[in-house]
């Protein structure tokens, strides 16, 4: 299984990552994706998902071929 994993503005300059494709057989769901890719990094609380561009909950289930990007939050001024 195959998976694209994204990771935008202030996640992509703290992870030191802007993007990896995982050959992920033993992931389940986002916060599986999360752990591999970021080698067991704590994810934060406020954090935004999605899957192939819709947002999703971190427990949601992942599937071959799947994009998955990870958003700080949304602030505006």
Do not use: C
Not at 18 to 28: E, H, P
Not at 31 to 56: C, E, F, H, R, S
């Amino acid at each position: 299984m195959t998976i694209t994993v994204k990771f935008f503005s202030s996640l992509r300059e703290s992870l030191d990552i802007s993007s990896q494709t995982l050959n992920a057989q033993n992931v389940a769901t986002v916060i599986d994706a999360w752990n591999q890719a970021t080698n067991g990094a704590k994810m934060p609380d406020n954090i935004l998902v999605a899957i192939n561009m819709d947002y999703v909950e971190r427990g949601h289930i992942v599937k071959d071929g799947d994009e998955i990007a990870f958003f700080p939050p949304v602030t505006g001024g």
